[in-house]
């Protein structure tokens, strides 16, 4: 279960915002549905996530490409699958 503290909880919403309304969006209906399971683990994954470039991240998201070199592990495959489901 997620060991996330309120600031760390905040911390993670506030990395999360983006530049384009459509990554915000699904990132904050993520974290809606998610946040309150996380793992440590997830939140490393949200965090490399959260280093693309906006178009990038989208692109992943909106499945027009799949995670490739250092994003493409199990946990960030299962992290995009959730996010693009919802």
Do not use: C, H
Not at 12 to 31: F, K, P, Q, S, V
Not at 40 to 62: I, S
Request: charge should be negative; avoid cysteine; hydrophobic fraction near 40%.
């Amino acid at each position: 279960m997620s060991s996330l503290t309120e600031l760390d909880r905040t911390r993670l919403r506030w990395r999360a915002r983006r530049g384009l309304l459509e990554n915000d969006l699904i990132i904050t209906r993520y974290l809606d549905a998610y946040e309150t399971q996380l793992t440590d683990d997830d939140v490393d994954a949200l965090t490399r996530l959260f280093e693309l470039g906006d178009n990038d991240l989208l692109d992943l998201l909106l499945a027009r490409k799949e995670p490739e070199g250092a994003l493409d592990t199990p946990q960030l495959r299962l992290i995009i699958k959730k996010m693009r489901e919802l």
